[in-house]
């Protein structure tokens, strides 16, 4: 999914790479081959004899380097005049806690609070003991229910984007990336049911629209 013009260089945080000649680059260069047949079902399926840990790893890096891209064009849009809560639509509002910084949940701007989560989402990334990016480092304990939690708070820039910038999105030609990029997110984490159902409900229509052609 590459950007067209100068606004490919515009990430809204630095984008954070596989290592070339790894294992995981060979994993990322496989779902990027997949991915180009078209079909993301079979696309997001765990390749024979991979590791399940490291492939959700490789795609959540994968997915948050997109959601950064894709957030990073509509930065001008989503002030803290624009969006003074973090809502996907009138019905949704989050507000931030990391459990450890910030412990009781706080309410801002979405620019805030997706500051916020982008940061905390990098820091776990870049930590080689959650994401170890050597051959052989084996994947903690908790690895899965980590990965789970940066899935939710991924999906919560989706809901935001589409929600309330999702006019902008258009103006600048950019829906059909946003649409599959969320489209390929939703069916991986279908496939290894990683976000609850409920955590899903903002997006529940367009979500029901993108898969079922693909039933």
């Known amino acids: 999914f590459s950007f067209v013009g100068n606004r490919s260089s515009k990430t809204f945080k630095p984008k954070k790479n596989i290592p070339e000649g790894s294992h995981q680059y060979e994993l990322l260069k496989h779902a990027e081959a997949t991915l180009g047949s078209g079909n993301l079902r079979m ?6 004899g991979e590791d399940l840990n490291e492939w959700v790893a490789v795609n959540t890096v994968d997915f948050f380097n997109q959601i950064n891209m894709l957030y990073g064009t509509i930065t001008d849009f989503c002030t803290e005049e624009s969006c003074s809560v973090m809502s996907a639509g009138p019905k949704y509002e989050y507000h931030w806690a990391d459990g450890t910084n910030i412990k009781k949940p706080i309410k801002c701007s979405a620019p805030k609070y997706i500051d ?3 940061t905390w989402v990098q820091d776990q990334l870049d930590d080689e003991t959650l994401f170890p990016s050597k051959i052989g480092v084996p994947f903690k304990r908790n690895f899965m229910s980590v990965a789970k939690t940066i899935l939710k708070r991924l999906f919560r820039v989706y809901a935001h984007i589409y929600h309330q910038h999702f006019d902008s999105v258009m103006q600048l030609q950019e ?36 898969t079922t052609k693909d039933r």
Do not use: C
């Not at 990029?181 to 993108?210: A, T």
């Open 175 to 210: 829906e059909a990336h946003l649409n599959t990029s969320f489209k390929h997110f939703i069916f991986f984490v279908q496939e290894f049911n990683l976000i609850d159902r409920k955590e899903l409900v903002p997006l529940q229509e367009l979500i029901e629209k993108l």
């Open 43 to 48: 696309a997001v399926m765990l390749p024979e």
């Open 116 to 118: 916020y989560l982008m």
